[in-house]
């Protein structure tokens, strides 16, 4: 992994100071949004498509990528190369923010393509580094540094200073990666010239903290404490606390590694409360982790502990504000989609206004003309009596469209507080669950024994196991109900999805004593989205476990009925009441219960198999009483050869 992705991304964006926050991109896309409708030409709407893009990266991934993509196809229908080039572009980058490097690099590779085309010598240094990038993330060094010194030439070549002072700093990372650190050390000191050139002090300070870095690594103490202060001297002149706090922490470093202790936490206190006053958890964090540690060897162990407390919460709300940054972009979907439809209600109602005035207007010219043409009235009367007509059904049905409209906008507004609720509680469980696990590993592990300490270790796998489902029926759910998702449907062996589902959760199943049955026979073949099936079936298997008592089996049968496949999953376990059941595939359930070792469910986990199953034209129903266990049972098309 690289040790300075922030360079990396600081270059490509060539931006130097932080995002905006969500409103305020929120605003800047309504703003483009209205300039859109009034662009004055193709090239000028393809230009405002690609800046919204930009604008949503980060913020709607999807929607950053659907504008993108309607840029390129724009670009293309009037064979507009520049347009295409910048969009192919911008696509790479969103792919390479999904991890997809591979179809990133494609795109990037055919907009430079494009750019030498048309001799963009700027834009083909821009895409050589983000190619660079993605080899560097990658590992892949060689080739970064190949594609990163071509971007150097065309700096070089243009005049393009900045372009060449940041090109010589992400080779010197690159070299730095390679532990080649005598040739990292000369490119920075080349990259660190050119901007006390440009009196670039942003840059400047980033060279001294990158050339610290490395006599860090050689522990050579003074050399590496020389370069922080001189980092440190630009940050106080222009008040870089983001990244004051971190370099305070380097110097603490070298301060412990020449062994004196008292400086080093000097340092690392001031770090800390640097970064406390702009609440920047991460580096908070890591100073107090060292404060700790030093105070732990000075004895001073009251202080250790005070410092350790610090950053175990510091550690939490880390985690919490992960969590909740997941929620607000889930929750922030919901929003922009209802703000969209209620924008549609708005247009159908001024659609309807000027339908009535334009009514209005007709038929007061028609009883003007009427005084000196008697005859042509008589037509022009009954034509507005018809045209009148049609109007006012035409309204009338638009308005039930609207109501219609609202009816279903309140439905989703009540299912999304249902989903958020259902979503908080069943994330707080296993954290919670986590956390008083993690206390007593950290506080009592000299007490515990060892049948303590591996009962807790297995607690805390069955927590992880938990939220990893609940995780992965959330991203499932979402990209289902947001209608993004691809579907690929295909002839589907039922018994390929239900030994894979089998073997997934056979340990888990041996574990409670429960066996996993599925009797051999005639293969059945069915039509679906193998991916939807694989998710609802390994839901129902993990459901049936939990609610299974010891020494029971859990059987799942794959048959044909007719133009159905029809699989079940029957369990021996605690079944349900019928008021559980008619409740149990929808947003309003009151209560759910608990497996027979206190097992927790996902929440979602049945709501989303309704989903699926709706989506692959089958459903899914349940029979099950008390005390006799349940089944369960999913009906798709078969497959006709």
Not at 149 to 175: H, M, P, R, V
Not at 227 to 238: E, G, M, N, Q, V
Not at 579 to 591: A, G, V, W, Y
Request: charge should be neutral; proline fraction near 1%.
């Amino acid at each position: 992994m690289m040790r300075n992705p922030v360079i990396f991304a600081v270059w490509l964006l060539a931006a130097l100071l932080p995002f905006s926050v969500h409103a305020q991109k929120a605003e800047k896309i309504e703003r483009l949004k209205s300039e859109l409708s009034r662009a004055a030409s193709d090239t000028a709407e393809i230009g405002i498509l690609l800046t919204l893009a930009m604008t949503y990266e980060g913020y709607q991934m999807d929607s950053a990528m659907a504008y993108a993509l309607e840029s390129l196809e724009k670009s293309e229908r009037i064979n507009y190369t520049k347009g295409r080039a910048d969009a192919m572009l911008h696509i790479g980058r969103l792919k390479r923010d999904q991890n997809k490097e591979v179809e990133a690099l494609g795109h990037m590779f055919d907009a430079l393509k494009l750019y030498r085309e048309i001799g963009d010598n700027v834009q083909i240094a821009n895409s050589l580094n983000d190619i660079s990038i993605i080899y560097a993330n990658s590992g892949d060094f060689k080739n970064s540094l190949d594609y990163f010194k071509q971007a150097l030439e065309i700096f070089k070549q243009t005049g393009d200073e900045k372009g060449e002072s940041y090109a010589l700093n992400n080779i010197g990372i690159i070299y730095q990666e390679m532990k080649d650190e005598a040739s990292a050390k000369d490119y920075f000191i080349q990259s660190l010239n050119i901007k006390i050139k440009r009196k670039d002090l942003y840059g400047i300070s980033r060279g001294y903290t990158n050339l610290g870095s490395i006599a860090e690594t050689h522990q050579a103490w003074d050399e590496a404490m020389g370069y922080y202060k001189k980092a440190d001297s630009i940050y106080r002149l222009t008040n870089d606390k983001q990244v004051q706090g971190p370099n305070y922490l380097a110097m603490a470093r070298v301060k412990q590694g020449e062994g004196k202790f008292a400086e080093a936490r000097k340092l690392a206190l001031r770090g800390f409360e640097i970064s406390k006053e702009i609440n920047e958890l991460s580096t908070m964090s890591r100073c107090s982790k060292l404060i700790a540690e030093l105070d732990e060897h000075a004895g001073n162990y009251k202080s250790s502990l005070a410092y350790q407390k610090i950053y175990n919460q510091l550690a939490d709300s880390l985690n919490n504000k992960n969590h909740k940054a997941t929620l607000e972009e889930l929750k922030g979907k919901f929003n922009v989609e209802e703000k969209e439809r209620e924008i549609v209600l708005l247009k159908k109602d001024k659609e309807l206004h000027e339908a009535r005035a334009r009514n209005n207007a007709l038929v007061t010219y028609t009883l003007s003309g009427s005084i000196v043409f008697l005859l042509l009235i008589l037509g022009l009367i009954y034509y507005a009596y018809r045209t009148t007509k049609t109007a006012r059904d035409s309204l009338a049905n638009k308005n039930k469209e609207i109501e219609q409209q609202k009816d279903d906008l309140d439905k989703l507004n009540k299912d999304k507080d249902r989903f958020f609720s259902i979503l908080s509680h069943d994330l707080r469980s296993p954290l919670n669950s986590l956390k008083g696990l993690s206390y007593l590993l950290f506080n009592h592990a000299d007490s515990l024994t060892a049948d303590e300490t591996k009962d807790i270790k297995k607690k805390v796998d069955t927590s992880l196991d938990n939220l990893t489902e609940l995780i992965n029926n959330i991203l499932e759910w979402s990209m289902t109900t947001s209608k993004k998702r691809m579907w690929t449907f295909d002839k589907l062996n039922t018994s390929t999805v239900i030994q894979k589902n089998i073997s997934l959760y056979k340990s888990i199943a041996e574990s409670k004593g429960v066996r996993l049955v599925h009797p051999t026979g005639d293969e059945v073949f069915g039509y679906a989205d193998f991916q939807a099936i694989d998710t609802v079936i390994r839901n129902l298997i993990s459901n049936s476990i939990k609610f299974s008592h010891p020494n029971s089996d859990i059987t799942v049968k794959a048959a044909v009925n007719g133009d159905t496949v029809l699989i079940s999953v029957r369990d021996q376990g605690i079944g349900m009441p019928a008021d559980i059941q008619e409740k149990l595939f929808t947003m309003n359930r009151s209560k759910t219960q608990a497996g027979t070792k206190n097992e927790k469910g996902t929440g979602i986990g049945l709501l989303l198999c309704k989903e699926l199953m709706k989506e692959n034209n089958g459903d899914i129903s349940v029979k099950s009483s008390p005390g006799e266990g349940s089944e369960f049972f999913v009906s798709f098309p078969v497959f006709v050869g």
